[in-house]
């Protein structure tokens, strides 16, 4: 008998009165704004305007979330289209399921238009808000712990998850757990390499990407709920080999063709400051020149007043000398 283990709530969701609030549900939307919150602070960090990240989070969080749906519902379509079952409940997200490849792909189309109407570069801003949708991802995990669901194999460990529902109640593998540290060791990583090598132009989005994948696989092998398979391996395994390789080849060529990071991550904050050094140009320009036309006006005075002198003195010297002549 196992006297240690990890309990799971007994219920997924808590009543404000009348108003059910769901497990799940609560831990999505602070791993939202979270995300939102550590994204602006590194995106000010990396020269960019408040504000913007929650700009462009508008765009970028409902079509993750919609993309997540999708990626489920058509893994597990069989959930919600064979025989017996009810299509409608593919609508009710509240319930679990979230791909988390689809949320990052339709993620970054949501993204990529809020940053084109913004005049920004995407890779910057996917570099910002890396290691914040790491943290958020450790945070939505624990909507499966709500939900009793996503375990691994049966395990007698002392960390061992208490599942009271399904078909088969026991102690099993806490993978959400497991899932959830891995992506808080991912985001310390991050954070780390980025402030050592200075990363940019989209490699700190990519080694987020990779080194998730290479903690996902392992965590997925675990994992004994049903799901499709390929040449004995589970289909989130293959998606996560296939796209470790590809943030890697990203990051080696990006490497090699753009190293470095981006000076200017937001154009507008740097337009600002070109029309502010331009005006103070003007301001010294004009003082400059103030300063000339006064000058020149007071020689000017001078210069008349003498030639008006000295006609003056002219005709006082022939009057003088026409008198002398009278008199001589």
């Known amino acids: 008998m196992n006297l240690a283990f990890i309990p ?32 602006n602070k590194r995106w000010i960090a990396r020269g960019g305007k408040p504000g913007t990240v929650a700009d462009i989070a508008v765009w970028a969080v409902p079509f993750g979330l919609v993309g997540g749906r999708l990626y489920h519902v058509v893994t597990d379509y069989q959930l919600y289209f064979s025989e017996g079952k009810n299509w409608v409940n593919a609508f009710k997200i509240w319930e679990g399921g979230l791909g988390i490849w689809g949320a990052v792909a339709l993620g970054a189309v949501g993204a990529w238009i809020g940053c084109r109407r913004r005049g920004i570069p995407l890779p910057a801003w996917a570099d910002a808000m890396a290691p914040a949708l790491v943290i958020a991802q450790a945070i939505g995990r624990w909507g499966n712990w709500f939900n009793q669901e996503l375990y691994g194999r049966a395990t007698d460990l002392p960390w061992a998850l208490k599942i009271t529902k399904g078909e088969e109640p026991g102690l099993y593998h806490p993978t959400f757990l497991y899932e959830s540290l891995w992506c808080l060791g991912v985001a310390a990583v991050i954070v780390w390499a980025d402030r050592r090598f200075k990363l940019g132009h989209g490699r700190v989005f990519a080694l987020y990407v990779a080194l998730y994948c290479a903690g996902r696989g392992w965590i997925e092998y675990m994992r004994i709920d049903d799901a499709h398979h390929i040449l004995g391996l589970r289909l989130n395994v293959w998606t996560a080999i296939v796209i470790f390789v590809l943030a890697v080849v990203y990051f080696v060529l990006s490497s090699r063709l753009r190293p470095g990071r981006e000076e200017i991550v937001e154009p507008e904050r740097a337009g600002a400051a070109e029309d502010a050094g331009a005006a103070d140009a003007v301001d010294a320009g004009e003082a400059e020149g103030g300063a000339v036309p006064a000058a020149a006006e007071k020689d000017d005075v001078k210069a008349g007043s003498g030639a008006t002198a000295a006609p003056v003195k002219t005709d006082l010297t022939k009057a003088e000398a026409g008198e002398s002549g009278k008199k001589g």
Do not use: N, T
């Open 8 to 39: 799971s709530p007994a219920a997924g969701e808590i009543h404000l009165g009348p108003l059910p609030l769901r497990g799940y549900a609560l831990c999505i939307i602070i791993g939202v704004f979270v995300a939102v919150w550590y994204g």
